[in-house]
């Protein structure tokens, strides 16, 4: 009988070069297991369960309907408050959901790194998948209220994957930074939820930025990459009045990839270390 050996080492390759998209997709089994196992542990012992991810855009729209419609009496160009912001709320949610899940996601998966080697970079990518499924359930709800509140069903809505898609790159560019910072600054854990409670506040969420910011001041709020998004939501939603400022938006794409590939760089310089820091 011949000699099988079995003494294989497995090492992560080296740069940004080497990011090896073969090796991830080689993986994509286990990337759908972490991310069911994500979802699943999100809703545990809950007692509405998945309910969750219902009622926290209707009751968050709700509020700010009435804070920012109603009492506040922000312009709305004639749409429906309630609405204009459930279109934006379903990004932010997403982002906001994603970005706190993926940034602490190394650190809660610390028994399988330190015993296995697969690319690491699985981990926040499915932390932030796990919340596609929150997504599309805000999104159903969104197109039953749409009727209900006399609100068309357009062409553009079939673009909505494609402004999904640019609220889901900065999660991840965000997660891939944040959760590569918390392996070795724990102080992270608690900077992200301020950060997630202040861009509440800087993101047009329960308002019409082109009301309310001065023209000097359009291109910076576009540092902002969930603006675009934001902006592309409402779009495919509430039609051509609300088409994004197109310059703008471009930014916003510009800034994300900007965070990503400084992420993906300073993540793979980082990941060998994650084994013996978690």
């Given amino acids: 009988m011949s000699h099988i050996n079995t003494d294989r080492v497995l090492r992560p390759s080296k740069g ?15 990337l759908g297991l972490l ?18 991810a219902v009622l926290q855009p209707v009751l968050t729209m709700v509020v700010f309907s009435v804070i ?18 459930l279109s934006a709320l379903l990004p932010w949610q997403f982002f906001a ?28 990518i499915s932390a932030v998948l796990s919340g596609v499924l929150d997504a599309l359930i805000a999104t159903a709800i969104l197109l039953v209220l749409m009727p209900f509140y006399g609100v068309a069903f357009r062409p553009q809505l079939l673009l909505l994957p494609l402004f999904f ?16 910072l918390n392996v070795k600054y724990r102080d992270v ?43 592309g939501f409402r779009w495919c939603v509430l039609g051509e009045k609300f088409a994004p400022w197109w ?11 900007v965070v990503l590939i400084t992420g993906l760089i300073y993540f793979r310089q980082t990941e060998k270390t994650f084994a013996d820091l978690v």
């Fill in 165 to 180: 898609l640019a609220a889901f790159l900065p999660a991840f560019a965000g997660g891939v930074w944040l959760s590569a």
């Fill in 16 to 30: 940004l070069i080497s990011l090896n998209l073969g090796e991830l997709w080689r993986f994509r089994e286990l």
């Fill in 189 to 231: 854990r608690y900077i992200v939820p301020f950060i997630v409670r202040i861009g509440m506040y800087v993101t047009p969420v329960g308002f019409l930025w082109q009301t309310l910011l001065p023209e000097k001041w359009r291109l910076l709020f576009h540092l902002n990459p969930l603006v675009g998004a934001i902006d």
């Fill in 97 to 124: 959901n994603a970005l706190s899940e993926s940034s602490n996601s190394l650190v809660a998966s610390a028994r399988i790194i330190s015993k296995v080697y697969f690319p690491r970079l699985i981990i926040p």
């Fill in 35 to 52: 991310a069911w196992r994500d979802i699943l542990i999100r809703y545990k012992q809950t007692y509405l369960g998945i309910a969750w």
């Fill in 68 to 85: 920012f419609g109603r009492l506040a009496k922000f312009e709305s160009w004639g749409a429906p408050y309630a609405i204009l912001t």
């Fill in 247 to 257: 310059p703008g938006f471009w930014m916003s794409i510009g800034v994300t990839f």
